[in-house]
Each structure stands twice: as C-alpha cells, then as structure tokens.
C-alpha cells in the first residue's frame, strides 16, 4: 500500500520532466480526500479542467480516498 501525495499526481498530469514509474500505478494507492481537491484546484487554476477532467477522474479512480 502506497500513501499518494497531490505533487505525484500533478506530475503525471503536466508529464513534469521527474514522474514516478508506470508500475506505480498498479499499486494499491491510498490518499485522503484531501488529495482530490488538491488536483482539482491545479487543474482548473490552469484552466484545463475540461481538457483533463477524463484524465482526472481516471487517476483518482484508482485511489482509494
């Protein structure tokens, strides 16, 4: 069981030049709720809320909250 931070997140997102392994994903992967405002809040103060809300939704679907 893997504790997920906002910042792993965000980097998948933004392909940031430093993200973590794809087998991370395949994890079990536990966050707090906290997590989904977090992303949310990043991505819509980029302005890509709905350019990335499929995205989104797909990686936090695969945490548990």
């Known amino acids: 069981m893997i ?4 910042s792993v ?3 998948e997102l933004f392909a940031e030049d430093r993200r973590p392994p ?3 994903w395949d994890e079990a992967l536990v966050s707090s ?3 989904e405002y977090e992303v949310w809040n990043r991505v819509h103060a980029r302005g ?3 350019a ?3 995205e989104v939704r797909r990686i ?6």
């Open 48 to 50: 890509l809320g709905l």
């Open 22 to 24: 794809r087998t991370l």
């Open 3 to 6: 504790y997920i931070d906002s």
């Open 9 to 11: 997140i965000l980097a």
């Open 60 to 65: 936090l679907m695969q945490i548990d909250l």
């Open 33 to 35: 709720r906290l997590l």
């Open 52 to 54: 990335r809300h499929g």
